[in-house]
């Protein structure tokens, strides 16, 4: 019996009816914590077997910060709520550094990415629009060329912060042969639009930075030919997890679902 392997009795069978001795009350708590705890280990190791325990630390640059890496999040988080997320923004460059040193399970640059370790897969793209002072001419306009852009004073966010980004902004000024038109680097979104309020210049940016709405800042079409930016993920090419798995096909899921920002 139960009670000799104990060494206790669990009920007082002197009385009618039958009751539970001072310590078999308290056993049958503990009995009842430990088959909870028995059940909350099993269905603990079933979701980790599913992906859905742990933690994942990823990395995005800035721009991506206004539109699809939120998107993505959000949806990841509705599908595993209890697993963490460790978002940093830091440039694709150093998002492969961090990939290859295992710092970052996986990344979201504006270029994608081929080697032996890591690898990469583009998810979205959306246009550019234009960005001008409120007070501008072309700030009245329904769309404007990139001729018509391009020949103003321009403002871009550094290069040390989103070197593609930057890339492409110069490529797109020296094929015009404006290269001396950039008059201020900014060392993020927020401030560029803060100078161009000021009227120091004009800017190209993704559609999504639209979400920002800073006063003094007009959004414009770019009628023509519209130059795209790209969203790439990245990811070790060994870590096969459940986990890193499910975050690749929910951020799959919302790249399919969701149109590319009109740039209207």
Known sequence: MLEEELHFEL???TTRPVRVTAAGAVFLVEARLTLDQAHRAVERGRQACRGENGRLSLGTVAWACNGAVPSVIRAFRARLPSTGLEVSVQPGAEQVEALRANRLDVGFAGLGFEGPIVTSERLFEEPMVGVVPAGHPLAERTAASLEELLDQPYVCIS???????FDLQMELLRLRGRERTVVQEAPDIQALLGLVAAGLGVSLQPASSR??????????????????????????????????????????????????????
Do not use: K
């Open 211 to 264: 979400t920002l709405c800073r006063e003094g800042v007009a959004f414009i079409p770019v009628e023509g030919e519209v130059p795209t930016v790209s969203l790439f993920m990245l990811w070790r090419r060994d870590d096969d997890r459940e986990l890193l798995r499910a975050f690749a096909d929910t951020a799959r899921e919302v790249a399919h679902a969701s149109p590319a920002p009109s740039p209207v």
């Open 11 to 13: 009920f007082d069978r």
């Open 159 to 165: 290069r040390a912060v989103t070197p593609g980004m």
